[in-house]
Every structure is written in structure tokens, then in C-alpha cells.
């Protein structure tokens, strides 16, 4: 058995964080580095996110989100743009079968109608073909703004309000989050790689009380062992959502002390 195909000795199962969010940057900067074009970090990159979602399941973690392409990366040159639009075809149309076998249910989140009709139609059917496995979600955010997901969303509270069918005293947290893309499913870690440290809109609403680690290492190299670490780190935060001492916390300290104590023989 390799290293890291099962969940490391020193993580505590009872703990992990049940939804994981990752912005995976640094693709450009690791090519550069080796003298190569930003697109062979991309594919490099998706590489990477590949096994990260296999990882997550063989580690029984419940979701992942990846932000593959916000709506400011319009911006980029249009080779590149074309590059990461034909590599994320790509990717569906040979990965789709294994990821439905190994019971992925793959989500993607973001403004699709802009993209083109035969990604439109991949992902129609990645979601189609994939929607009642349950092993593990994996939410893809393409061309993903958070700020224009929370307008969306008001705009349809709204809507419901015009029509009679909800009053505007009833509006509640619960309300608006289910109109997000990720209704109700909010991360518990957020990972960004290679430095930089900000949410460039991304998840802002879902990511209230998420845990955020940062690390150096560009993405294209985030494997395992970095996975690793950013879990160590996480399962070492003491999360209180607000409160002086919560039942997460209390829960992590007994199964902590149950694992340190010694066990009796007779
Ligand atoms: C940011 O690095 C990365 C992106 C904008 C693209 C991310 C996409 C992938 C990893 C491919 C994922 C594939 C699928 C199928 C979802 P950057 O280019 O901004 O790096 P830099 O900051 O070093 O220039």
C-alpha cells in the first residue's frame, strides 16, 4: 500500500473537516519556474486536483469545491482562456466514467451560460449522469463570481416576496443560502496556494466561519503530503463559531484524550 492511500496515524478521523474549498493558484509561476508555458502548469494543475479528489474520498472527506475560472479571468490572453476552456472539456469527457464509478457527484457552480455550447453540454451531462452518487461531492466553480451569486440570489428571495409566496420579515440566513449555487453546504477549510493570501470572490458568504490555510507551494504541487500538513493545521484550530467553547471543540479534546490514553491490559 503506497504512502498517503490511507488516512495518516496522526490525523484524527473523528475531526476532519467535512467540506473542503481550494483556490489553486500558482499554475503560471510553477511553468515559469521551469522555464515551460502557463499552460503546462494548468495541466499540471488539474493533475493535481484529480488525485486531491480522489485523496478526499479515500480519506473520507464528504466535499470538494474547486475554483477553476472566476469571472475576472475573462481578463487573461485568449490562448490561455481557450487553453483552460478545452482542458476542463477534456478532463470531463475522460475522467467523467472513473469519477462516476468511484461514486463522485460532480456539482459545477458559476455563470455556465457564458461558456461554449459543447462545455455546456459535457457538464450537463457530468451532472446528469453523476447526480444520485453519493461517495463524494465535488463542486467545480467556472466562471464563479461570489458577489454576483449573492445579487442572484437576492434577486430570487425577491422574486418569491413579488409573488406572494414568502414575506420580506420572513428573509433569514437559511433563506438566502439555500439561492446560493452551494445551498447550505458551507466549507469547513479553505486551502490557497502559493502565497497569496485573499478570497478574490470567492464562496465570501459560504466561507463565515471556515478555517483558512495558506500555504507557498504553487499548486501544481500541492499533493499528499501538503494535504497532509494543511489537515494537521486544521485539526490543531480550535473552531468556536462565535461561542467561548463548542461541541466540535469538546468532541476533538475527548476522542484526543481517548487516542492518548493508555490502554489497560490485564
Ligand atoms: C490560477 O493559477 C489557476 C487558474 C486560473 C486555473 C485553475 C485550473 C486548473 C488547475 C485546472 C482544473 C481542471 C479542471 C478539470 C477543473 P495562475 O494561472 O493564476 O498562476 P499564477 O498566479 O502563478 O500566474
Redesign the pocket.
Known amino acids: 500500500m503506497s504512502l498517503y492511500s490511507v488516512l495518516p496515524d496522526d490525523l484524527n478521523p473523528q475531526c476532519l473537516p467535512n467540506h473542503v474549498a481550494v483556490i ?7 511553468a ?1 519556474q521551469r522555464g515551460l508555458p ?1 499552460v503546462v ?2 495541466r499540471q ?2 493533475k ?2 484529480k488525485d486531491l479528489l480522489r485523496c478526499c474520498k479515500d480519506w473520507g472527506i464528504g466535499a470538494l469545491t ?5 469571472t475576472e ?1 475573462w481578463r487573461r490572453p485568449t490562448s490561455e482562456v481557450d487553453f ?1 476552456m478545452v ?2 472539456e477534456k ?2 469527457r475522460k475522467e467523467l466514467k472513473e469519477m462516476h464509478r468511484e461514486g463522485v457527484c460532480i456539482r459545477f457552480i458559476g455563470e455556465l451560460e457564458a461558456l461554449s455550447p459543447s462545455l455546456q453540454a459535457e457538464i450537463k451531462r457530468a451532472m446528469e449522469e453523476t447526480a444520485d452518487n453519493t461517495g463524494i461531492d465535488f463542486n ?1 466553480a ?1 466562471n464563479y463570481g461570489s458577489r454576483s451569486e449573492i445579487v442572484q440570489a437576492c434577486q430570487q428571495v425577491a422574486q418569491k416576496v413579488e409573488r406572494g409566496e414568502l414575506s420580506s420579515e420572513a428573509i433569514s440566513e437559511e433563506i438566502l443560502s439555500q439561492h446560493l449555487y452551494t445551498a447550505g453546504s458551507d466549507p469547513d477549510l479553505l486551502i490557497r496556494t ?1 502565497g497569496e493570501q485573499r478570497l478574490s470572490n470567492f464562496l465570501l458568504w459560504q466561507l463565515a466561519y471556515t478555517e483558512m490555510y495558506f500555504t507557498r507551494a ?2 501544481p504541487d500541492f499533493d499528499r503530503g501538503e494535504f497532509h500538513r494543511a489537515l494537521q493545521t486544521y485539526q490543531q484550530r480550535d473552531r468556536r463559531f462565535g461561542n467561548a467553547k463548542d461541541g466540535v471543540t469538546e468532541a476533538k479534546n475527548q476522542v484526543a484524550k481517548r487516542v492518548k490514553e493508555p490502554v489497560l491490559t490485564a
Do not use: C, E, P, Q
Open positions: 489553486m493558484d500558482g499554475n503560471g509561476r510553477w515559469n502557463r502548469g494548468h494543475g488539474a493535481i486536483l474547486a475554483y477553476a475560472f472566476s479571468n483552460l482542458l476542463f478532463m470531463l467545480v467556472i502559493s504553487f499548486w
